[in-house]
């Protein structure tokens, strides 16, 4: 069984402090596309939060970030903590064009290593991940010593990379690692939607 995380602790400054797992793309709120793949993918899904009360209306289980103020590698460490599984898919509330194939691919990927982890031409996307319960112990020590770079975790862990060649294969419009961090790249990403073809707007609807 495989559980996924969405981390939606973040202040959207940029976004002028709106929620970004609400914004709308494409007729849908982020989260609800997220949930519509993620559904297909895991056994259990859960938010971590910094603050749970915004998101009551989901109908979904919702995790206090156990070490407050410490960014997203503190919602990861919340992530594995509350994980009731061994393998954890973890993903940043910001990403509308999650693909459920690349998921799937992603999580067989993971071998003997402590975590799989998608690396793009724009480096590695650590918050759409695949981590195996091995990693608390080296996250909490990084958060412990207050480097809470993601980026810094592949000195502590063993990672996969799935490199571009493979992600290729899953990506061929782009945008699967498109995030949501300003309003130009809502402005983009709705845009985008109008791309899709019927049938993927209409399961995502369901």
Known sequence: MWTAAIIAGGQAKRLGRLDKWALNVGGQRIIDRQLAVLGG???HIFVVSSDPHRFRSLGLRVCADLIPGTGPLGGLYTALVR?????????????????????????????????????TEDGPQP??????????GAVRAQIQRGQYRMSAL?????VTHVGPAEIAAFN??????LNVNTSNDHLHA??????????IKSERRY
């Open 41 to 43: 993918v895991a056994e």
């Open 83 to 119: 994980s009731p599984t061994e393998h954890t898919l973890v993903i940043a509330c910001d990403l509308p064009f999650l693909a459920a194939a690349f998921l799937r691919y992603l999580a067989t990927q993971i071998g003997r290593a402590d975590a799989a982890m998608p690396r």
């Open 127 to 136: 918050l759409c991940a695949v981590y195996t319960q091995n990693c608390i």
């Open 154 to 158: 592949e000195e502590v862990i063993r």
């Open 172 to 177: 061929r419009d782009g945008k699967l690692f």
């Open 190 to 199: 709705t845009e985008l939607t109008a791309l899709e073809p019927n049938h």
